[in-house]
């Protein structure tokens, strides 16, 4: 079925947006890239707090860290806008951060060269920590072949420079959310090529389970493809360490087990990668992106009561 043709209006529209994301990557680059990621930061830590999205990072903080005084949560929620700014400013300048520029110290690196060397594919499974992209940069900067998911700009002209943005530091490979997305990435990994997933967000019809003593849905595609082929969650993790230098951290693989009851081992994958990534921000709260309502609606539901 081909797709309907968009107006001359949504069209115009759509063109107008993109010549201003244009200008705003132009200046960026520009600018380069520790004085950018400065500007980002500074601009959402002085904006964010007015959005509504502001709220609902406040529900989450509360509901993550109950024990802590609002002093902690009001430093917590300016650091994670900060943290926000910075990287927004820094995703057109990606290609200058990758670990072989020498602005990405990468841990455990041999896991990854032990697994372009196996042939074998992982499922890599993170979230939106610190700057996530470096995630999928140091992936490919290590030589492994991946195919990594993003959800796809509603302007295709600004989704269209994403991808080209992303092409300047390897990564070429996109599979969109979704059920075109499933079938791309089970073709991929027929193929060999590992696979990478955020594993953070709210996904209604997902795993039930828990997140830091609440009620959440997790999506289970990334425990499904690794029952499936046979093969290993591989968590990885990102820091921010001063300004725009970060620690990209290959962990532990986690292995689902397989134990012929595919319901309950879809749950303990489920589980395990919820527990890694409580335990990531636990370690560095500042660094998580909290503004996306992450528990079920009944938990919002209680605290609004």
Not at 55 to 79: G, Q, V, Y
Not at 222 to 240: D, E, I, K
Not at 257 to 273: F, H, L, S
Request: net charge positive.
């Amino acid at each position: 079925m081909s797709k309907p043709r968009q107006s001359l209006a949504q069209d115009l529209a759509w063109r107008f947006e993109a010549f201003g994301y244009d200008l705003f990557v132009g200046l960026m680059r520009l600018l380069g890239v520790d004085a950018a990621s400065a500007f980002g930061g500074w601009l959402l830590k002085t904006v964010g707090p007015l959005t509504g999205a502001h709220k609902t990072a406040r529900r989450n903080l509360r509901l993550a860290f109950p024990e802590k005084d609002d002093t902690w949560h009001e430093a917590m929620l300016a650091a994670q806008w900060e943290n926000v700014g910075r990287l927004s400013a820094e995703f057109p300048l990606m290609d200058k951060l990758v670990p072989s520029t020498g602005r990405v110290e990468l841990i455990n690196g041999e896991r990854l060269a032990e697994i372009r060397a196996s042939g074998v594919p992982v499922v890599f499974v993170s979230g939106h920590l610190s700057n996530w992209e470096v995630m999928p940069a140091a992936i490919v900067d290590s030589g492994v072949v991946c195919e990594m998911t993003y959800r796809a700009a509603n302007n295709p002209y600004i989704d269209k420079r994403w991808k080209e943005s992303r092409a300047r530091y390897g990564v070429k490979l996109f599979a969109p959310k979704g059920g075109d997305g499933s079938r791309e990435l089970l073709a991929g990994m027929s193929r060999g090529a590992s696979v990478a997933l955020m594993n953070d967000q709210k996904f209604n019809t997902g795993v039930a389970g828990t997140f830091f003593g609440h009620l959440v849905h997790t999506a289970p595609g990334p425990t499904r493809l690794a029952l499936r082929f046979g093969t290993v969650l591989q968590p990885m993790s990102v820091q921010r360490l001063k300004g725009v230098r970060f620690r990209a951290v290959v962990h532990d693989p986690i292995l689902v087990p397989n134990t012929g009851d595919r319901t309950a081992d879809i749950k303990a994958g489920v589980d395990a990668v919820n527990a890694f990534m409580e335990a990531r921000i636990r370690e560095r709260p500042q660094e998580w992106f909290w503004v996306h309502k992450r528990w079920a609606n009944s938990v919002y539901d209680e605290i609004a009561s």
